[in-house]
């Protein structure tokens, strides 16, 4: 059992930034990947952001390429997705996830999800 606790979200303006965080606690070991995903109110759940646990490419989808940037501290187990130049259409849900590969939580093939922070960009 892997147990992830995200932190960070919050309410920001447009064009600021916010740090999230997800900690990793329990069987970690086994996970190869780990990464976020959004969902926005009334909207399917989005691939953001993975990074390889191992050797740590990132990945990021084209709609926060640029703003966003994935990150680890491999010491703490925990995943960072700091967010810059917010836009209102950023506002969602983030999950935390990990997976057996980065192609894997792209494909939303998770094995852990978070219980996920509220981000809210107002205009």
């Known amino acids: 059992q892997v147990q992830l606790i995200e932190s960070g979200g919050g309410l920001v303006q447009a064009g600021g930034s916010l740090r999230l965080s997800c900690a990793a606690s329990?069987?970690?070991?086994?996970?190869?990947?780990m990464g976020w995903f959004r969902q926005a109110s009334g909207k399917e759940r989005d691939f953001v952001a993975a990074m390889s646990w191992s050797g740590g490419t990132t990945y990021y989808a084209d709609s926060v390429k640029g703003r966003f940037t994935i990150s680890r501290d491999n010491a703490k187990n925990t995943v960072y997705l700091q967010m810059n130049s917010l836009k209102p259409e950023d506002t969602a849900v983030y999950y935390c996830a990990t997976a057996r590969s980065s192609d894997q939580l792209k494909r939303l093939t998770i094995d852990y999800w978070g219980q996920g922070t509220q981000v809210t960009v107002s205009s």
């Open positions: 329990g069987r970690t070991f086994s996970m190869s990947a």
